[in-house]
């Protein structure tokens, strides 16, 4: 009995776990079997595995070749399983050492001239494997920038089938590829190192940008409604310039998700927050993932740790805008199917913008509006109750009436306003480093009260006798206050901060 074995690595959606995969060459009619639930393009696996194979110069056996993957009991999906599946046929045949894939994982899809293709998730796996003390991972040759991001690990990058072969002490026939294919595989493109824009280019619009840097200082939601033409997305679009840098622990992060995804080598590393905007017809599960079989990320998951600009806000469907209530509190989504449940980050800040009215011009004396009273509250209505409430700052932004022949730019710069921010949040840092919340946004409601002025509490009760504020709404108005408080150098909110915290929340009292 000629049993070969190697090892490979599955995710369940950011969460790898071990495959140990043996080959069985047994008499018996020609047949090859891959068993241990595959899905579809994993059992599609037999016709690529043997054709590269054979384009290595491998004379397949005539005989019967089972796969099994274990463990049996989770479903196994892909095509980054190719190569360890020829590694494992190969050694069980004798065409490299029975024990040569010992405390290896194998890594790469396989094309039918043997060629290794680059796959996604590449830097969740090698993390897990330095977790996990394996030493030495097999990788394709276009995944090598992506691996360099992992030390403490023995990267082996091959690009042929043929090459597995001659470094395991066997005997291979194939054809050389050509370098410019090597080169190709290699070129990552441009990657994101600067933000799109400076704010210093949005005329106008002062107090929206200050809005936003409170925003950006506490990491709260924030919600801006004004006629079209104003400036939102503009403002949007500039957001991660004025917020703190990702730390190396946020970038792998980041970076791990868009390796999932199969973006990594177009946005690369970068401390940038990402940026995330989809459009208004997005379907649920384009905004919160979904899909057959394990649920892939959606937009929510891209934008984990950056910002999720949902322009035209009230135009998302009813049913998106909801799915985002218990996101926004956990900073994870738990997406259910039939084969299991799949949990993905995404602890981003949601930035909304909407128009007044449907026409777009229900703002001043509203002579311009061509809306009736109806269909202005239920444009406005489709954001729902629960979801406002979960949205810390609502600005209105109203239309730049006026500007200066020879003015370019407007403000503060975008490194300024990072700058006031990242200040800001190290204060919030230093202050909370024994609960370890990274910022106002996340710290607890409790731990707020205790710590407020007798003084600020009493306009939050104030607030909420009045019905401006529900409980959940006081605590973000506190957090709102300490922000501020952070950003004009305080220890602790006073009577002042918490006023604009609950003014920055109630906008329509």
């Not at 919600?223 to 840098?245: E, F, Q």
């Not at 199917?337 to 993905?344: D, I, Q, S, V």
Request: hydrophobic residues 40%; proline residues 6%.
């Amino acid at each position: 009995m000629a049993v070969g074995g190697a090892i490979s690595v599955g995710l369940i959606g950011l969460k790898p776990f071990l495959i140990h995969i043996q080959a069985f060459v047994s008499p018996g009619l020609p047949y090859f079997s891959i068993i241990g639930l595959p899905d579809a393009s994993l059992s599609e696996a037999r016709e690529r595995v043997k054709s590269a194979c054979t384009a290595s110069g491998f004379s397949w056996p005539a005989t019967r070749v089972t796969v099994n993957m274990s463990p049996a009991s989770l479903p196994k999906r892909g095509s980054s399983h190719d190569l360890a599946i020829a590694a494992g046929v190969l050694s069980a045949a004798g065409a490299i050492p029975h024990d040569c894939m010992t405390d290896t994982i194998v890594l790469g899809e396989v094309n039918l001239d043997g060629s290794i293709l680059p796959i996604n998730g590449v830097l969740p796996i090698l993390l897990h494997a330095r977790e996990r003390g394996i030493e030495r991972v097999i990788i394709p040759e276009a995944n090598a920038q992506e691996a360099a991001l992992v030390g403490g690990l023995t990267t082996v990058r091959l690009r042929h089938v043929g090459q597995l072969i001659e470094m395991m002490g066997g005997s291979a026939r194939y054809r050389t590829l050509e370098e410019s294919d090597a080169a190709a595989a290699r070129d990552t493109g441009d990657v994101d190192t600067e933000p799109p824009g400076d704010m210093n280019e949005v005329i106008g619009q002062d107090y929206t940008k200050w809005a936003l840097q409170v925003a950006a200082a506490g990491g709260h939601h924030i919600l801006m409604t004004g006629p079209p033409g104003s400036g939102k997305t503009m403002l949007a679009m500039r957001m991660p310039g004025i917020m703190s840098p990702l730390n190396e622990q946020e970038q792998l992060e980041v970076a791990s998700i868009r390796s999932l995804c199969g973006t990594l080598r177009a946005h690369g590393v970068s401390p940038l927050p990402p940026f995330e905007a989809p459009h208004h017809t997005a379907s649920t599960a384009a905004l919160v993932g979904g899909g057959s079989g394990v649920a892939q990320p959606g937009a929510i998951t891209r934008a984990h740790r950056g910002v999720l600009f949902m322009d035209e806000a009230p135009e998302f469907s009813p049913r998106s805008l909801q799915t985002l209530r218990e996101p926004l509190e956990s900073g994870f989504v738990a997406l259910s199917r039939a084969k299991g449940t799949t949990y993905y980050p995404a602890l981003f800040q949601l930035v909304m913008s909407a128009n007044p009215c449907p026409c777009g011009y229900g703002y001043g004396d509203g002579e311009r509006c061509t809306c009736r009273e109806r269909d202005r509250i239920r444009y406005f209505s489709r954001l729902s109750g629960p979801i406002l409430d979960r949205i810390d700052i609502q600005v209105e932004v109203p239309p730049v009436t006026r500007i200066a022949a020879t003015a370019a730019t407007s403000g503060e710069t975008s490194a300024e306003m990072r700058a006031t921010v990242e200040r800001a949040r190290s204060a919030a840092q230093e202050r909370f480093s024994r609960q370890q919340w990274t910022c106002n946004a996340r710290a607890n409601g409790g731990w707020l009260r205790e710590h407020t002025s007798p003084k600020a509490l009493a306009l939050i009760n104030h607030a909420m006798e009045r019905h401006r504020l529900s409980l959940r709404g006081a605590d973000r108005a506190m957090r709102l206050a300490w922000t501020l408080a952070d950003l004009a150098g305080r220890n602790s909110p006073g009577v002042e901060e918490m006023t604009q915290g609950i003014s920055l929340r109630t906008r329509a009292s």
